[in-house]
């Protein structure tokens, strides 16, 4: 893929994107919270099952 190939994929890529709309916005941000929540407390509980092993 030379240069000007590649600044077409990315004036095509450009043309279909478009902003999320409020609603999908809120369920990225929903999903986002819930994965750093989820890796938070497997990392509270890993963390206390190995002071507890100590």
Avoid: N
């Avoid at 709309?21 to 963390?47: D, H, Q, W």
């Amino acid at each position: 893929m030379g240069l000007v190939d590649f600044f077409r994929s990315v004036v095509m890529l450009f043309r279909v994107a478009s902003k999320p709309g409020r609603e999908e916005y809120s369920i990225i941000m929903r999903v986002t919270l819930l994965g750093v929540v989820v890796i938070g407390a497997l990392a509270f509980v890993i963390k206390y099952l190995l002071l507890a092993v100590q």
